[in-house]
């Protein structure tokens, strides 16, 4: 299948639901989670500790998008193109959210 017909598989609804859910994730985190000190899960979690340790200008949305780095490459070679772009989309709205 070409490049082409997989980006054909693209749909605008699935955006929306996945910006809804990054807002409502960055929400959660910069409202609830981080300002208390408590750590979520995986790459949200290590990400707010690790920007807790660190000077202001390595942020929560910085240390999220790097520590995704791996789990789309590795989701590209695994999963295709289709889900790799939606989970970088999801990612960069979830990162800008948490600013």
Do not use: H
């Amino acid at each position: 299948m070409t490049l082409k017909q997989q980006l054909g598989k693209l749909k605008c609804k699935n955006f929306l639901f996945l910006t809804i859910a990054g807002i409502v994730n960055a929400f959660g985190v910069t409202m609830f989670i981080a300002p208390v000190d408590l750590y979520d899960s995986g790459i949200s979690g290590t990400s707010i500790l690790l920007s807790q340790l660190t000077p202001e200008w390595l942020s929560l949305s910085f240390f999220l998008m790097v520590l995704n780095i791996p789990l789309f490459l590795y989701g590209l070679r695994k999963q295709g193109v289709v889900f790799t772009i939606y989970a970088i989309y999801t990612v960069v709205v979830y990162s800008f959210g948490a600013c």
